[in-house]
Structures are given as structure tokens and as C-alpha cells.
């Protein structure tokens, strides 16, 4: 084995010999790929091989739509047999949600490109006539999907990496990751140590082991899945022997289980709930290529379901029940990317469909590695989306996510296990109000607040449900009068020093703000010039080591801001940077009685001439000291952002409602709060502003200072701008009935795909539903007919100008 490499990547799965494969295929030849024991040996040899193309995720849909299309063509290029059965997938549905479900899918399939039909009865009883029709409404028919075989696709990615120059070794454990004085990785083995570039951790079920061994937390602990396989089934095999071809692999979602043949027999796959997570605290010296004792009991609910549903199955005899460790996340999606803290480390962990998602996963993080960023947007699977989770937190949340593979995936779901956990000290408060919680980033956050008498619960639908009209109210209360919106989950950074604004320069887009209490809203770009990063930049006066800036972005963004900080800090110690997120609560005070609110309690002068739209100032509000109110905010109203010690919170929950209750101040959630920034057609990290799209495709110009000097995008922006921006932000006004678009909507025009939403909802005050979205810039014209597709029907659109609601600003300034 060589003493250096560029990279090494741990683990012989699918995932880690994907990765090995990608980073060969881009010309890296000194790579190197190191496994305990042998290829496939920890949960790939055991998986079903099923190829789900059904995603609700834009990001994660492209991966395993990339997956299904490198498999075609694995065998010809290594000549490395895979066994791919494309016998296509048919999801069945006995509800009209579950239908709604489908619908809502394709809209994401269609902006991806991924074939799939919505078919009747009629047509599931053609395509599975061994099926009893019973219950059934109808189907989701993905033509494309299929099977194939783990151990056979892992051995054809390394044949083909080794083809390109990578190297293989088994048998060589990992003991331990060091990093030398010259700042390389050393990776110590049973077979001596190797030093290198970069390192790939796809170590499956020794994921928390491997990471450990450099200091990180991650949340990817395995959980039991189980499996049947029969004997031959005679009425399947009289089937197949009449001639006809392989059935489509069956998913009856209603009853939370998958079904194929296997050699004349089946396959039954259930997600059970009371499967348990395994291998919390490392997997046993003694596991090995091992399996665990089938549990038929817990089985037997989706046996006696798909007995109903499929009668012969009935008469196919047990064969096998495997029981094989299956790695799992807190949120179900894969830990694909950059490593929290750590120089050239990364992650491809957590893949409970590994091998769906290990070409595409392999794929990105390549492209990752060699180019950069990513090609596809994978916020989705970032290692850094779920912070710091405990053993304990992430085991019960990963069965949950187990439990949860089948159920109906609602765009509002908030799925309860481990809450709360994180709450802000006006938790009790707002509860006692009668908030309805929803989480971001692990911190409870008010989504609604039900009116005195009504149900306190999420009626979940993909049509408008129980709280359309109680949003409707907490909008009106902040157009027309006041509320009062609770935030502290925002992230929160403080930057000091001699080097702080050269620091903060070459880091974003826009210029940093020179005079004390000036504000800008700043982008950090990905060398294609689309948005990694958005803050809210304020100067502070001076501290001791010089210019002093509080920084706030995303509280989902916290730890994928604060190692990009981190990761860009200037070594000469120049620059201070502090993480302020939870030293400081955050209330927003919005509406047109928000001054009159607010100098009841502040000691500084708040009229419009001393404290003007887009500047900070520090003051003491009631009892708070140091409070830091900006006057912006994501609501488009008059209003402040009044981030205070979080120690002062309930006092100052307390007097701001009392200091109110003469103007009849409201609470307002996020839904609201997501409701009114729609209605100003603003941006939202994440979803609006997000790695496929560049800041000018975004709208972003009066943010971006391309005459300032280098920034890291600039140049791909000074491009595209040569060469003609392909896409154009827009807002778009849609014709709906029950339905309102929630982001992934494909927009057409004479039949075509011309653009996709990425958020959606009803503007209550101005009373449209409306999207928010990019469109071909060709015909991206305001007042230009189109139709956006909401669930299963085009429903008319049109493009209107921005900000439907006060475009003039007039409202902010006031």
C-alpha cells in the first residue's frame, strides 16, 4: 500500500467505492480506498437492491435519477454484469390524500425529468393481475424504476475506478485519523499509515466510530430492517411459465411495505414501526458479514396486509427473514458533503437508500471535491443541516424516521419525536397563547396560534386545511396593526478586528457598511456564482481589537454559516469571530403601529427621522439593556428586529404585549410570516436562493457590486452576464381552487417546461395565491400567460411584477 495519496476514501460499500469511482472518472488517479474486510460487507450485501426513483426532495431526485441512469450503463463500460431488472415500480393509494401525495411528486418529477404516470384501477389490475383491487383508488406508475443487484453494481464501480487508476485495498482497517504538522491527513491502518489531501468517510454502520476518530458527532446510527423471502410461489411461477414478463415491483404505501418477485418467489419488505436502532455506541468486534434474528412478529400486520392484497402469497412458504443493520439520519435523507470543522474531510453517511442514491451521491461529492461545489443543490443532504445531536436524541429520531418511510409526506409535516428540545425561554408563553409548534434547526418556533377554543393541531393536507383562516387573521393583525413574531432561532455572529471588513469583503457580494448602525444585506457566492450564503450585515461600534459586525442569517444555516466563517478566517489572527446565536433571543415587532409600541418602551428616539428603514441602533427596551433593533425585517411591514439578551426575553415578551394591548397586538407565526414575505416577493435561503441558480438569475443585482473587486463568483457572474442570463426570477399569480403551490411546481407555456416555483402559498392580504420562482428568461415577461401545474391540474398563471403588495416600499419607510 503507497504512504500518500490525494485522497483516501474509508469504506467498501456502494457509497464509498461510488465515490472512489466519480473522483477517478474526474481525472484524480491517486485516490485510494480502504476497507475493514471486503466489499459490500457492511450493509450493501444485504439490501434488496431497490431502485426508488419516488422522492419528495428536489435535490435527492436528482441523485437517484442519476443513479438509475449510470446503472444502465455500468455493465457496458466495465464489463462488470449488474443485474439491472427494469421492471418498473407501481405505487398503489386507497386515499384521496395519498393520491394527492403522487400529484404533488410529479410536479417535482417533471421539473427533474423523471417519467411517472398517475393510472386508474383498470390499469394497475393490466400491469399487476395477481393483485386483488380492493380499496384501491389508484396508483403512481414509474415505467423507469426497478431492481438490481448490490454486490454486483459495487463490484462494476470498482472495476471501473480501478480501470481509471484507483486503488482498492481490503482488509485494511482504519485504527485512527491524525492530522500532521504540515496539516495532511494521516490515516492509520493495520497495514501502516497513509497520509493525504483529502479524506471520504463512507463507513456505514461505523459511522459515529469513524467520525469520533476526529472529533465529530454525527447523527447516523443503522436501524433494523427486515425482510422475507419465499419459496416459490405456484401460482407466480404458472404466471411467469404462460410467458408473461417480470411483475413491477409493488409498494402498497397505505400499508408501508415494498413487494418483488425473487427467483419464482418474493420479496416482502416492511417498515415496521418498533424497529430498533443498533450499534449506538459501535458495532461489536464479533459483527461481522452478520445478520440478526428475524422478528416475524413485528412483521406480521404487513403479512396479513399483503396476503389481502396479493392472495397467492399466502401459499409461498417462508424461506429466509434477513435482518440487516440499515444506516439512518434524524430526517431519513443521506449526510452527503464537507465535514463540520474539518479541512478537506467529508461525508457520504446515513444512506438508508444506499443504493438508490450511492451514484448520484458519489456523482456530487465529487464534484464537490475536484470542481468546487456541487452541481445539484444539496442543502438537503448536508452534513451540517442537523448541528450537534446526541446519541440518545438521534437513535429515537432515526427509528422515527425508519417508521415514517411510508407515511404521506405532507409539505407542512412536523414530525414530533424528541420535542421539545431546544426551546426559547418564552416557550411557555407562547404556548399558554395558544401557539402550534412547529422546529427549524431543532428550535421550537410557533408555526400558528389557534384561536381560544379550536383544536391546537395540524390538520394536514396538500389543499388548504385547519389553518388557512387563523394565518389569514395573523397577517391582517401585521398588515393593519401590529404583531408581535418570535425568532430567536435566527443564527447570529459577531466579527472583530484590524482585519474584519477585509475579511468580510472578500467573503460576499455587496459592500460592507462603513457608518456605525449601517445595514446590508450580504451574499456569499459559490464560484459559479450562486448563493451559499445570505446575511444581514450591521456595523457595531468598535470593540477592543478594532471594527466590530453583527452578522444573522438562516437559523437552519447556523453550522453551515459558522464553518464557512470559520473555515475562511485569516490565520494571522486578525479577525474574532463569535457565535452570538444563542446569547441573543429575537422578536419581530411589525406592523403600523409598531412605533407606537415601541417608544413606549425604548430609550432612544425611534421616530422615522431618527431611526430610518435599513440602519441598527443598541438601546434599552423596558428592563433589556443592549437590545439591537434593526430596522428591517421578512414581513414587508413597518417593524424591527429586536434582538435582545436572552436572559431579558420573558420581560420583554411581557411589556411588548402589554405595552400593545392598547393597539390590540396580535401573535404571528411562520406561516404568517412566510404568507407576507411571499406577498413582497422575498427570497428565502435554501429554497429561492440556492447553488443552481446564480445571484443574477435570483434578482439579486442591487446586492451584487461587481466594480468592488475580487469576490470569489465574480467572475462567473461577469460571464453570464456576457453571455445572457438563462433564467429570471419572477413572481407568478395563479388561478387556484383549494390548492395553493408549495415550491417545485413546473410552469409551461404552449406545453413546455419553461421554469419551476420554489415556494408557494396564499397571499392573504392581497388575496392570490401566488409562487415565487425562475422562468427562462426569453419569455419571462411581466403579464405573460402561462400554467403552473398544482397537484394534478394546470391551473392559468401569469407573471405580475414584483412585490404585490406595497412595491413602492412605502410601508417599510414609514
Known sequence: MKSHARVVVIGGGVNGVSVLYHLAKKGWRDVVLLERTELTAGSTWHAAGLLPLFNMSYSVGQLHQYSVELYKKLEAETGQAVSFHQTGNLRLATSRDRMDEYRNYQCTAETIGVESHLIGVEEIKKLWPLAAMDGLVGALWHPTDGHIAPVDVTMALAKGARQNGAEIHQQTEVTGIARSESLEWIVKTTKGDIACEHVVCATGNYARTTAKMVGLEIPSIPVEHQYIVTDVDPVLKDYREAGNAELPILRESDAQYYFREERMGWILGPYEKGAPARFADGVPASFEKDLFPGELERLMPHVEACMARVPSFENAGIKDIVNGPIAYTPDGNPMVGPAFGLPNFWLSEGH??????????????????????????????????????????????????????????????????????????????????????????????????????????????????????????????????????????????????????????????????????????????????????????????????????????????????????????????????????????????????????????????????????????????????????????????????????????????????????????????????????????????????????????????????????????????VRQQEAGVPNTYCTLEIDADDADPFGNEPVFMDGEVVGRGTAGGYGHYVGKSLMLGYVRSDVAEVGRECEVRVLDQRRPARIIAESPYDPENAALRA
Open 352 to 717: 438508508s437508500f444506499g443504493i438508490t442514491a450511492a451514484g448520484g451521491g458519489g456523482w456530487q461529492l465529487a464534484e464537490w471535491m475536484v470542481e468546487g461545489e456541487p452541481t445539484v443543490d444539496m442543502i438537503g443532504v448536508d452534513p451540517r443541516r442537523f448541528g450537534v445531536v446526541s446519541k440518545n436524541f438521534a437513535k429515537l429520531k432515526n427509528e422515527e424516521a425508519y417508521a415514517h418511510v411510508f407515511i404521506i409526506h405532507y409539505p407542512m409535516e412536523e414530525r414530533p419525536g424528541c420535542r421539545p428540545a431546544k426551546a426559547p425561554p418564552c416557550y411557555d408563553r407562547l404556548d399558554a397563547a395558544g401557539a402550534v409548534f412547529g422546529q427549524r434547526f431543532g428550535w421550537e418556533r410557533p408555526n400558528w396560534f389557534a384561536p381560544a377554543g379550536t383544536e391546537r393541531k395540524d390538520v394536514y393536507s396538500f389543499r388548504r386545511s385547519n389553518w388557512f383562516a387563523p394565518v389569514g387573521n395573523e397577517v391582517r393583525t401585521i398588515r393593519e396593526n401590529v404583531g408581535l413574531i418570535e425568532l430567536s432561532a435566527f443564527s447570529k455572529f459577531e466579527v472583530e478586528g484590524p482585519g474584519a471588513r477585509a475579511f468580510l469583503d472578500r467573503l460576499v457580494a455587496n459592500v460592507i457598511p462603513k457608518k456605525l448602525g449601517g445595514i446590508t444585506l450580504a451574499h456569499a457566492l459559490n464560484p459559479s456564482g450562486s448563493v451559499r450564503s445570505e446575511f444581514t450585515v450591521s456595523r457595531l461600534a468598535d470593540g477592543l481589537w478594532g471594527e466590530r459586525f453583527f452578522l444573522i442569517s438562516s437559523g437552519a444555516a447556523h453550522d453551515y454559516d459558522l464553518d464557512f466563517l470559520q473555515k475562511n478566517l485569516p490565520r494571522d489572527g486578525s479577525v474574532i469571530l463569535k457565535d452570538a446565536t444563542t446569547q441573543y433571543g429575537v422578536f419581530v415587532l411589525a406592523g403600523p403601529n409598531a412605533r407606537k409600541v415601541l417608544e413606549k418602551l425604548a430609550d432612544a428616539d425611534v421616530s422615522n427621522a431618527a431611526f430610518p428603514w435599513l440602519t441598527m441602533r443598541e438601546m434599552t427596551v423596558g428592563f433589556a439593556p443592549g437590545v439591537r433593533a434593526l430596522r428591517v425585517n421578512f414581513v414587508g411591514s413597518l417593524g424591527w428586529e429586536l434582538h435582545h439578551p436572552i436572559e431579558y426575553q420573558n420581560h420583554l415578551y411581557d411589556a411588548l404585549m402589554e405595552a400593545g394591548r392598547a393597539f390590540d397586538i396580535g401573535l404571528a407565526g411562520m406561516r404568517a410570516m412566510d404568507s407576507l414575505r411571499l406577498e413582497k416577493s422575498y427570497r428565502l435561503w435554501g429554497t429561492d436562493l440556492n447553488a443552481e441558480n446564480s445571484a443574477l438569475e435570483a434578482g439579486l443585482n442591487r446586492f451584487v457590486r461587481l466594480n468592488k473587486g475580487a469576490f470569489t463568483g465574480r467572475d462567473a457572474l
